[in-house]
């Protein structure tokens, strides 16, 4: 994988929302001179609020097992426990989906995510083995899949690209596909 700066290519046409009005794609660490990233579909905020809460489901009920056992001060493990399950499903959610995005070029796939560490990866195409559309669950529920790249290589052999609506999910794996076998007739 390489990390290159890039003037804007064209992407393939999602029907995706793009970034709100007002609200940057990704500010953080952007130059002018790197392409707009494409941001992710809404939905996939609420899939990861969702993992989020399944996550954090054993402390929830182990709390309020350690409530009804009698503890000197009603609420003293229940109420920082749901304060913070609060706070945590609120804003982590939200701060992961808003710090990734991808660029689709010509030639290359950029997929950026991270909130403490940023990531950015560029995947071209000529180095493309195979590509997979997957959906669990939570994904097919709201109508999203992840887009993976698998390239030669042992470092970042596998790119993830989720939170795409299904059917962009597919038209990227198309697009990547017949660019991918122009390149090697």
Same mark, same amino acid.
């Given at each position: 994988?390489?990390?290159?700066?890039?003037?804007?290519?064209?992407?393939?046409?999602?029907? %995706?929302?793009?970034?709100?009005?007002? %609200?940057?794609?990704?500010? !953080?660490?952007?130059?002018?001179?790197?392409?707009?990233?494409?941001?992710?579909?809404?939905?996939?905020?609420?899939?990861?609020?969702?993992? !989020?809460?399944?996550?954090?489901?054993?402390?929830?009920?182990?709390?309020?097992?350690?409530?009804?056992?009698?503890?000197?001060?009603?609420?003293?493990?229940?109420?920082?426990?749901?304060?913070?399950?609060?706070?945590?499903?609120?804003?982590?959610?939200?701060?992961?989906?808003?710090?990734?995005?991808?660029?689709?070029?010509?030639?290359?796939?950029?997929?950026?995510?991270?909130?403490?560490?940023?990531?950015?990866?560029?995947?071209?195409?000529?180095?493309?083995?195979?590509?997979?559309?997957?959906?669990?669950?939570?994904?097919?529920?709201?109508?999203?899949?992840?887009?993976? !790249?698998?390239?030669?290589?042992?470092?970042?052999?596998?790119?993830? !690209?989720?939170?795409?609506?299904?059917?962009?999910?597919?038209?990227?794996? %198309?697009?990547?596909?017949?660019?991918?076998?122009?390149?090697?007739?």
């Amino acid at each position: 994988m390489q990390c290159t700066m890039h003037a804007p290519e064209p992407a393939v046409p999602s029907g %995706e929302p793009a970034v709100p009005p007002g %609200e940057p794609a990704l500010a !953080l660490g952007e130059s002018d001179q790197e392409a707009p990233l494409t941001a992710l579909h809404p939905a996939y905020a609420k899939v990861l609020r969702l993992n !989020l809460l399944v996550t954090l489901l054993p402390f929830l009920i182990g709390a309020i097992v350690l409530e009804a056992t009698g503890l000197p001060l009603p609420g003293m493990v229940l109420a920082p426990v749901v304060l913070a399950a609060g706070w945590a499903l609120w804003r982590l959610p939200r701060r992961r989906f808003r710090a990734r995005g991808y660029d689709l070029g010509a030639d290359r796939l950029r997929v950026v995510r991270g909130v403490l560490v940023r990531v950015d990866t560029v995947v071209p195409f000529g180095r493309v083995q195979h590509l997979d559309v997957e959906q669990g669950l939570l994904e097919r529920l709201h109508g999203l899949a992840t887009l993976t !790249l698998h390239t030669a290589g042992t470092h970042n052999a596998s790119v993830a !690209l989720p939170g795409l609506a299904h059917a962009t999910a597919l038209a990227m794996r %198309e697009a990547i596909r017949a660019q991918v076998r122009r390149e090697t007739m």
